[in-house]
């Protein structure tokens, strides 16, 4: 089956650099997403990983290890509209098709302190 | 503007009762999905279709039914045997463009028993 994986709560404090871990066991792999949910809201993505490496995107950075089947997502300067939901949702391998389903974590709940 | 929305915002199903939960999206996205959200938890994958008069049953489809008759609607019909139906509905489309494109997620419907 497929499993994904993400510890449920962190909590940080502002200015501080956060690092939220995935893990991930699917049926093949075409890529890794993250998104990020405030309470009540609809998910909005935030970044893209398919091949090893680090993305960066201002605060926000993602880092991806096929090998390992692991991911995190690396939130630097903490500010306290970053408390939020973070979820980690990957793409199997699906002949070839981009429109298939994700697999998506439970969330990472991120608390920040002032 | 171009976006994804969801009708009505909040709704109110008496015991025995069909609801339908409207999604309506004018990105041009081929690809639609419905999720349920229960508190705390991840996205739980109800159905979604990759193409008109298509789709496809995802993890928890069980009390639910849908229809893919135009590629801009995707309605969600919750059924009366669908026993426990009180929870976050999220509707989300993705484009077939070049490369693993990400879901973008609508405002969400919220569906509670009276």
């Known amino acids: 089956g497929q499993n994904i994986d993400q510890p449920t709560e962190m909590t940080a404090t502002e200015g501080a650099i956060v690092q939220i871990n995935c893990t991930y066991q699917t049926s093949g792999f075409n890529g890794l997403f993250w998104y990020q949910q405030h309470a009540g809201e609809a998910p909005t993505f935030l970044s893209y990983n398919v091949l090893d490496g680090l993305e960066e995107k201002g605060r926000f950075s993602s880092f991806l290890s096929r090998s390992k089947g692991y991911s995190y997502l690396l939130l630097k300067e903490l500010q306290m509209k970053d408390s939020a939901s973070y979820l980690c949702?990957?793409?199997?391998?699906?002949?070839?098709?981009?429109?298939?389903?994700?697999?998506f974590g439970r969330g990472t709940q991120l608390t920040v302190w002032p | 503007d171009g976006g994804i929305t969801q009708s009505p915002k909040y709704l109110f199903r008496k015991e025995g009762q069909n609801v339908t939960l409207s999604c309506e999206q004018n990105l041009n996205h081929d690809a639609m999905y419905w999720y349920r959200q229960d508190p705390g938890q991840g996205l739980r994958l109800i159905y979604y279709?990759?193409?008109?008069?298509?789709?496809q049953k995802g993890d928890i489809a069980e009390g639910y039914s849908v229809s893919r008759e135009k590629k801009e609607s995707f309605p969600l019909t919750v059924t009366s045997a669908q026993k426990n139906p009180t929870a976050f509905y999220l509707c989300?489309?993705?484009?077939?463009?070049?490369?693993?494109?990400?879901?973008?997620f609508g405002d969400g419907t919220r569906l509670s028993i009276l």
């Open positions: 279709s990759q193409i008109v008069n298509d789709f």
């Open positions: 989300a489309s993705r484009s077939s463009r070049r490369g693993n494109q990400p879901q973008h």
């Open positions: 949702a990957v793409s199997p391998a699906d002949r070839g098709s981009t429109l298939g389903r994700l697999y």
